[in-house]
Nanobody
């Protein structure tokens, strides 16, 4: 069982990136997926979550209106589209699944992917 996040990079403020979370040996369709991020010297925070049906989506206030989470069942992938990026969005981004619920969760995540670094320059 593996989750793999990708799509990070260096972008100027105001730019866009799309992160992907791909499941290997793990069907994302029957799991909720939460994107987390951790900036240097800061605690990890949950950025966005999509429930297993896609019917429940949450965003942290700081990214509301700029980030969009979505899933592509055919590709077993969950995306995090990020627009109007700000320097404060700079962090390592991780995708994770709780494994014990199909609803959105922020704690007790059982499955984690390796992170992808997003750097936003001012």
């Amino acid at each position: 069982v593996q989750l793999q996040a990708s799509g990070g990079g260096l972008v100027q403020a105001g730019g866009s990136l799309r992160l992907s979370c791909v499941g290997s040996g793990f069907t994302l369709d029957v799991n909720s997926i939460t994107w987390f991020r951790q900036a240097p010297g800061k605690e990890r925070e949950a950025v966005s979550c999509i429930s297993w049906t896609g019917g429940k989506i949450d965003y942290v206030d700081s990214v509301m209106g700029r980030f969009t989470i979505s899933r592509d069942s055919a590709k077993n992938t969950v995306y995090l589209q990020m627009h109007n990026l700000k320097p404060e969005d700079t962090a390592v981004y991780y995708c994770a699944a709780p494994g014990w619920t199909r609803q959105c969760a922020k704690n007790n995540m059982r499955y984690w992917g390796k992170g992808t670094l997003v750097t936003v320059s001012s």
